[in-house]
């Protein structure tokens, strides 16, 4: 994918709420993901001139096949970076402009009585593109193609760790614990607090006290090149995001929907407690979305997966395909609040139009999700922290489907309960960087009632065949050998 192709796509991402900046950019598929970074984030950066340019110029009007986000991104690097070095017909597109463009520029230097392009930025705007990279936690680089000067500015890094899955279809834990050893990291063993965690330094790692497939590392950490990574033996996720999979549970065997699938992340994860036996079908509008998608999944070594190009909405319920489906996975679109690592420019607080643009969304794909004749589980999730996105819209479906379903307490002993928006929503879990050490999450569990039955289990069902925290370890033990024959790991 072509370098201002790519950009915009990670902007138009971020303006949907699909992640964050440095999530965005690693799912990209574009092989420099150090350039890609610093071209948005600069492009982020100057969001408000540009768009006062675009508008001045009247580049999207005379270029009607020209999206916005590629617009920004073209005009960012023609004026402000490298002076589109690369781009092929987009070169030839935004030259053919650069006159009216520049001197749209210097009107706009002369009514604000500057002689810098950077004197155009608000202050915080300044140094918000070098806070996003020390988040990141990649430090300045000699001859950055956009000449980022980073070294007098470090802001506080973000507190949530480097999680790091064990792909189970690939290797198993202990393996894994003795690659990275022979790597001169230090194993501290199996955490039994946060406090723990926040404590990593340096080259030590720890087992995680609730997923006892997940490692912990220091923050800043980066497993990118790390041959793990790119054999896929390991994937880089966040523990919260490894909460929906977990709470669904599916048995081996078993049919399931991922609903809103891309990247792929969670979609692997079920893959690997299904043990690669039964069906996942995994739904994404987005074409390269779902390119990225299954290249990641080749990768992890996932099976029995079909991958559609399809808004889930549109997918009938009634269909034969889906007659088995007894559990999904939904993790709509969201606002993307709970993200660390959101990128500069982006708002902390949607508007209430967006929120309720989003809630409406949300409401309608978890009812759709709910027709699905043969559905006995379902969880629910999203990387928000606004209530109209979670436990508005968990209760308001639950009305409208009145005692055919209802929540399930999630993980008992997670911490972080669902806000008192209902009775019941301490059911629900969230997760936020203060409490749980994650980015900040939320999740629902719901299950058809039947009559006659008892209440459902609050342990989901592929987390009995492993033993829960404090069931069966020690405190601070490694994770048994298994006795079947491992992988072996080169």
Known sequence: MALYSAAAAVLAGLERGEGGLKSLVYNSGFPHVRQLYALVSETLRYASVLEKLLDGA???????????????????DLLF??????????????????????AELARMKVRHKVSRNEDLLAPEKAVSAAGEWARA????????????????????????????????LKTCVDDVIDFFKRQGYAYLGKAVSVEELKALSGKKFMLDLHLLELLVFPSQTDFHDNLLYTSGHIILQDKASCLPAFLLGPVAGSHVIDACAAPGNKTSHLAAILKNKGQIFAFDVDPKRVATM???????????????????????????????????????????????????????????????????????????ALSFPALQRLVYSTCSLHQEENEDVVQAVLREWGSAFRLVTAFPSW????????????????????????????????????????????????????????????????????????????
């Not at 970076?81 to 520049?102: D, F, I, P, S, T």
């Not at 806000?419 to 050490?437: K, M, N, V």
């Open 137 to 168: 936690g990649w430090a300045p680089f000699a001859g950055s193609s956009w000449g980022l000067c980073l070294t007098c500015l470090a802001p506080a890094a973000s507190q949530v760790p480097r999680y790091v899955r064990v792909n189970t």
């Open 81 to 102: 970076g490298k002076g589109l070095k690369c781009g092929g017909r987009w070169k030839a597109l935004a030259r053919r402009h650069r006159a009216r463009l520049e």
């Open 294 to 368: 299954n290249t990641l999944l080749t990768r992890a070594g996932v099976t029995g997966c079909q991958l559609a190009q399809q808004d889930f909405l549109t997918v009938d319920p009634r269909d034969l395909k889906y007659s088995k489906v007894t559990h999904i996975l939904l993790d709509p679109s969201c606002s993307g609040s709970g993200m660390v690592t959101r990128g500069p420019g982006d708002e902390a607080a949607p508007s209430a139009e967006r929120l309720q643009a989003l809630a409406g969304f949300q409401h309608r794909v978890l009812n759709h």
């Open 58 to 76: 009247a580049l999207l009007q005379a270029e009607k096949k020209l999206a916005p986000q590629l617009a920004k991104v073209l005009v960012y």
């Open 415 to 490: 911490p972080c309960r669902g806000l008192a928006a209902f009775s019941g929503a301490e059911s629900c879990l969230r997760a936020s960087p203060a409490e749980t050490l994650t980015h900040g999450f939320f999740v629902a569990v719901l299950e058809r009632c039947k009559e006659g039955v008892a209440a459902p289990s609050s342990v989901p069902a592929a987390a009995k065949e492993n033993p829960q925290p404090g069931e069966g370890m020690e405190q601070g033990a490694a994770p048994k050998k298994r006795k079947k024959k491992k992988q072996q790991m080169k």
